[in-house]
């Protein structure tokens, strides 16, 4: 339905190889956490921040080479939708977080 | 189980537990009322099931309904079950209403515990099984046909959530003849649902009803979302579709992920009460505040997912009963989608008094108030939709305009709660209840209300009847107003809400008003079952096969009315916002396509109501502890689901002659209709086909 159709062995040469890139990165990403942990290099808060921002990375590679949401206007909407949910699960866990906390400071 | 085969079989039921028994063996007027509740119920299910086993309708209604897969049929379906719904939770209210009149220093007819199921009962069928079904039903009905597909993405599981919708309905049904339903009101807030305080069957409908009907509404708006954002007819740009259609979205957006917490909320209490877990229990490390910040975090967006498809529909009638462009379409599409994020920011307003820090709650208090902001703009951009059009004071009509009044007052109210040293005053009393009511009664039952008055003609074929219809209008509103702006009064005195008897004589008159108001409301339902019956006597007189009686401007008015199942012969190709409208000017707007083709449309199936009923079961079993149902129940639905995966030939088709046959009887109705002017819209000239003018 978008750009003019390249013919569709190019096509499919392109996507495995979008999935091979992805495959790679995951690979790469997963690797990484695990050895910050099994390597120890920096204190575990740093540790800890370093494999959750792994984790974030490893996310976006996902969306990026599996799901195909990139910032093309024909994935626009999906990504849009991918933000949106990504602010409301934010500001439902947080503000929970934040309300639980905040109940539990006072009843100290 | 060594004491015996009956509790085995039957878990914790007693004789005892029928309202008939209960009454028979202590009949006071109390329970006498319940009784006689009960035998509505019993003598109503049973003379529907006589009337349709006379009339031999079995099949057809089998057939025709109740396992169609047809998205106009299931919305109908929803329809009638809130208007059955809402028939009970009215009575109640009116009964409600009644004994605070009675009991001002006396003790009146209806005792606490009575009392307590009536109000629990009021608050989750309003909410959960009138309200919800409604807009559901609206939503089904209208939005394929305005976005011009021709079902919903999912039609099977559009069939399911009715189903599990009505199972759970059925099941509030139920409670009144077996057992007795939650004392704990709408919310059910432990600790006092919990088995310590409860240890009765009432928190467990309500948990098991609220459950079922929670998944049904998250599928259902999976189901919308999926259709808006895949099902658009070539041309229709997101900023193309009818303002409906958009709050459709959000509300599904909104369905999606508000709906889970609630769901989560109820099963963690159901392990409570199941499984002795400690969640939200006094001791052994249970938090309540987190039931209440599950409860609000589903409980707030809530709000907005019933009053958006509201704004849709009065986006809708007034732009069509002024014979305008919607003024400010952008501004009213940003103000949805504002409102529906602002609407997951602001949940502990309703929990201000339940001990976090003032810091905090100053927070939510301005992040409530800033909800007020898109709200206004919605209501300018209406105002302004009627500046200078030409404007009739339909009956849909009338509803926009008493809602725009009605709701501003209620919105007023609203940033008054806002204010959190504010509403410790006056939270939990009447004054509460009075705002609530005055945000639902306008912002949900007349819009829904305009809805069906508006598109019935389109899913029936005949106009509804006029004069019942502002009859109806008439006690609605002066109901309303009567019933609700008392209690603003009784509650800036401090009249507790919930409270069975009162002990200030200088509540009293308030009380008789707000009880006569009650009365009006009770009247106006009927009024509106009278101009069904009217309208139904007299629809061949009213008939608007040709389609369009309002001079409509969404693609929904291009079809036959009642449409055909495959809704469009051609799928339409659109190019602005008002299509259909923009369509008749330029003298397309009933193009005869060339030929037809094949029509795949949803064959029937009984997965819904399988799964309804089992769901049913399953939860009936749960609630009274008898598990062999409840596991049959299960396995049921797992083996539905499972025999499904094996049907292979799931649609239906439609031959090319038949489309042909039956868009030329159309066409030709068309030809023959002679065109009215909107002087003549409400008068059996109107044939459904709209005089073009410029």
Redesign the interface.
């Known amino acids: 339905m978008t750009a003019p159709q390249a013919d569709p062995r190019r096509e499919k040469r392109r996507e495995i190889r979008t999935y091979a890139i992805g495959y790679a990165l995951a690979l790469a990403l997963t690797g990484g956490a695990f050895a910050a942990v099994h390597w120890p290099r920096f204190p575990a808060r740093t540790t800890l921040g370093l494999v959750f921002g792994l984790a974030l990375v490893q996310m976006i590679v996902h969306l990026r080479c599996f799901l195909h949401v990139s910032l093309r206007r024909s994935s626009r909407?999906d990504l849009l939708?991918i933000l949106?949910?990504t602010?409301?699960?934010i500001?439902?866990v947080a503000?929970?977080i934040?309300?639980?906390a905040?109940?539990h400071?006072?009843m100290m | 189980m060594t004491d015996g085969i009956w509790p085995a079989l039957l878990g914790r039921f007693t004789w005892n537990a029928l309202a008939f028994v209960r009454a028979w063996q202590n009949p006071t007027v109390n329970e006498i009322i319940g009784a006689g509740a009960a035998m509505m119920v019993v003598l109503g299910a049973a003379s529907v099931i006589t009337l349709i086993t006379v009339t031999g309708k079995w099949g057809y209604l089998w057939r025709e309904w109740l396992t169609s897969l047809d998205h106009k049929k299931i919305g109908v379906m929803y329809v009638v079950l809130a208007f059955v719904m809402l028939a009970r939770a009215l009575a109640e209210a009116v009964l409600m209403r009644m004994q605070q009149a009675a009991a001002v220093n006396a003790p009146g007819f209806v005792e606490p515990d009575h009392f307590a199921q009536l109000f629990s009962t009021h608050g989750s069928i309003m909410i959960f099984f009138m309200a919800m079904p409604f807009l559901t039903g609206i939503i089904n009905y209208v939005t394929p046909l305005q976005i011009g597909a021709r079902d919903v993405a999912f039609p099977l599981l559009n069939s399911i959530s009715l189903w599990l919708t009505g199972g759970a309905a059925g099941l509030m049904m139920v409670s009144l003849v077996i057992g007795r339903f939650s004392t704990g009101g709408w919310t059910g807030y432990p600790p006092y649902t919990e088995l310590a305080f409860s240890p009765d069957v009432g928190p467990d409908y309500w948990i098991s009803a609220v459950t079922l009907g929670s998944i049904a509404s998250t599928l259902s708006g999976l189901n919308f979302a999926v259709t808006i954002y895949k099902l658009r007819c070539p041309g229709m740009t997101l900023m193309r579709m009818p303002l409906f259609c958009w709050t459709t979205l959000c509300t599904s957006i909104l369905m999606i992920f508000a709906m889970p917490p609630l769901t989560v909320a109820t099963a963690l209490l159901a392990l409570d009460r199941y499984l002795g877990f400690h969640f939200f229990t006094n001791d052994l490390g249970g938090n309540m505040m987190n039931y209440a910040n599950l409860f609000w975090l589903f409980g707030h967006p809530e709000v907005y997912i019933l009053i958006l498809p509201a704004f849709g529909a009065y986006s809708e009638v007034v732009s069509t009963f002024s014979s305008k462009e919607l003024y400010g379409y952008t501004s009213l599409v940003l103000a949805t989608m504002a409102i529906a994020v602002l609407s997951f920011t602001v949940w502990v307003h309703h929990f201000f008094a339940m001990g976090q820090s003032a810091n905090l709650n100053a927070v939510f208090g301005i992040a409530t108030m800033t909800i007020g902001v898109p709200t206004g703009v919605k209501i300018y951009d209406w105002i302004w939709t009627m500046f200078r059009g030409e404007v009739r004071f339909t009956v849909p009509m009338l509803y926009s305009l008493a809602f725009m009044m009605t709701f501003v007052l209620g919105g007023f109210t609203g940033i008054l709660l806002a204010f959190p040293p504010l509403d410790y005053l006056v939270h939990n009393t009447l004054f509460l209840v009075a705002h609530f009511h005055n945000m639902l009664i306008p912002g949900l039952l007349y819009g829904m209300l305009a809805a069906t008055h508006y598109w019935f003609p389109k899913a029936f074929g005949f106009r509804l009847n006029e004069k019942w219809g502002r009859i109806a209008f008439g006690c609605w509103v002066f109901g309303f107003y009567l019933a609700f702006m008392p209690l603003y009064v009784l509650g800036a005195g401090g009249a507790a809400r919930r409270s069975q008897a009162f002990f200030e004589p200088a509540f009293r008159p308030w009380l008789y008003v707000a009880g006569v108001g009650a009365l009006i409301l009770l009247a106006a339902l009927t009024a509106l079952f009278v101009q069904l019956w009217v309208s139904i006597r007299e629809r061949d007189a009213n008939r608007v096969f040709a389609g369009d009686p309002w001079d409509g401007r969404g693609l929904e008015w291009s079809t036959s009315a009642p449409p055909p199942e495959y809704n469009y012969a051609v799928i339409p190709v659109v190019d602005g916002r008002d299509p259909f409208y923009d369509g008749k000017r330029d003298g397309d707007g009933y193009a005869v396509p060339a030929g037809y083709e094949d029509i795949a449309v949803p064959r029937n199936s009984m997965v819904g109501p399988a799964t309804g009923i089992l769901g049913a079961g399953l939860a009936f079993g749960l609630v009274w502890y008898i598990w062999w149902l409840a596991v049959l129940c299960l396995a049921g639905i797992v083996a539905t689901v499972i025999a499904r995966s094996f049907i292979r030939d799931v649609e239906r088709i439609v031959p090319a002659a038949d489309v042909a046959r039956i868009e030329d009887r159309w066409h030709h109705a068309i030809a023959a209709a002679r065109p009215i002017s909107r002087h003549h819209e409400t008068t059996p000239a109107n044939q459904g086909l709209a005089e073009v003018t410029a």
């Open positions: 909407d939708l949106f949910s602010l409301i699960i500001l439902m503000g929970t934040v309300i639980i905040n109940l400071g006072r």
